[in-house]
């Protein structure tokens, strides 16, 4: 049976957790006087994350010509793009930065900015992740390929067991590929994990074509034309910027889901998975660093993924108070809640899970 063409169904709540957690993510925002969307800390935060973008694009035009500057700021332009997708784009695809939807709208489009697109982005990661999270087959933000072995009941390959020593090679690609091959693989892949991806809209290829070339022209071709570089110094600088982007990206979204102690629950022959729709989010995200402010306002509150999986329509700037509610509430009745103090634990961890893997060889797809 193809998994991609089955209903999945979760079972009904056992217990009060998830109605308790929701009574009192109300009250918190009723007696604090808060809204679910952005505050004016959120929209200051979201200029500021604009301005320093566009002051490291045209920093190239005022420090371009050290070979080294301009190395430096494409690798920044790399890093910060990514936040800038996390803080933004992110919660505009949630439609959880206002109210007004054509607003979250027009925002999510700095995925464009950056070199993705916006479109497939918001069907891969709204459509099918965040309905189907670690669900093989099912979660297209979960890569599933003939060279890594995530899922333990995918595919094993005697090579698997060096996954863990080549993996953060391929993971430096990561931005590279999406840009120049998976968004224009998508026009043409009739699913997208658990998304029905058919009858792609031609207005979406016109877009993505119209602003991959304006993201290319700004990048390399208005560079080339106006300062004395060369083609080859350009081309070398943004592959420092996609390494760069790859890195910081591939670091926040291995520490979320897929450590040494995640959780792949699968349906059975029915497509009955073997929790509640709350109990699956909690054994499947983990979160990392919550203490740490600057962590979660760069990454756009990624680390406090669990709640987001809980509340996905809710902007990421009350996830640290909303994360010491679910602590409560999953304390009273018991539930584990999965969080690794430092960033770095966690990016270990997801090492550790590529190498158990490999070791390994179960295949028992349901």
């Not at 994990?193 to 993201?215: C, H, Q, S, W």
């Not at 699956?280 to 979160?287: P, R």
């Not at 809710?314 to 809640?337: A, G």
Request: aromatic share 16%; hydrophobic share 45%.
């Amino acid at each position: 049976m193809n998994r991609n063409k089955r209903h999945i169904q979760f079972q009904p709540e056992s217990d009060e957790f998830y109605s308790e957690l929701r009574v009192e993510v109300a009250k918190y925002f009723e007696q604090n006087g808060k809204t679910t969307y952005g505050n004016k800390a959120m929209y200051f935060k979201i200029l500021l994350f604009f301005i320093v973008f566009f002051l490291l694009y045209f920093s190239i035009y005022f420090f371009g010509s050290n070979p080294i500057n301009i190395a430096i700021i494409y690798s920044l332009i790399g890093v910060w793009g990514v936040f800038l997708g996390l803080n933004v784009g992110h919660d505009a695809a949630h439609n959880a930065l206002f109210k007004t939807r054509k607003y979250n709208r027009w925002l999510l489009h700095v995925f464009d900015l950056i070199g993705t697109n916006s479109f497939n982005w918001k069907n891969r990661h709204v459509g099918a992740h965040h309905l189907y999270p670690n669900i093989m087959d099912l979660d297209s933000d979960i890569q599933q390929s003939r060279i890594v072995k995530i899922f333990p009941n995918d595919e094993h390959r005697k090579y698997h067991r060096l996954q863990f020593i080549y993996m953060p090679i391929v993971y430096m690609i990561y931005i590279f590929r999406w840009v120049v091959y998976r968004d224009f693989k998508d026009i043409v892949s009739s699913r997208l994990g658990g998304f029905d991806n058919t009858n792609y809209p031609t207005k979406e290829i016109v877009k993505m074509i119209l602003f991959k070339a304006a993201y290319f022209f700004a990048m390399i071709g208005l560079p080339l034309l106006t300062l004395d570089l060369s083609l080859l110094l350009l081309l070398g600088s943004y592959g420092l910027l996609t390494v760069f982007a790859s890195l910081t990206i591939t670091m926040i979204l291995l520490s979320t889901h897929v450590g040494e102690n995640a959780n792949f629950p699968q349906p059975n022959s029915q497509g009955m998975m073997p929790h509640s729709w709350s109990h699956h989010m909690m054994i499947t995200a983990g979160d990392f660093a919550t203490s740490s402010f600057l962590i979660t306002h760069l990454f756009g509150g990624f680390n406090h993924h669990v709640i987001h999986h809980l509340f996905q329509h809710i902007c990421h700037i009350h996830y640290p108070d909303l994360t010491r509610i679910l602590i409560k509430v999953s304390t009273r009745h018991n539930i584990q809640y999965r969080s690794e103090k430092y960033l770095l634990i966690a990016v270990l961890s997801h090492f550790k899970l590529l190498r158990n893997n490999g070791k390994s060889t179960p295949l028992n797809r349901l």
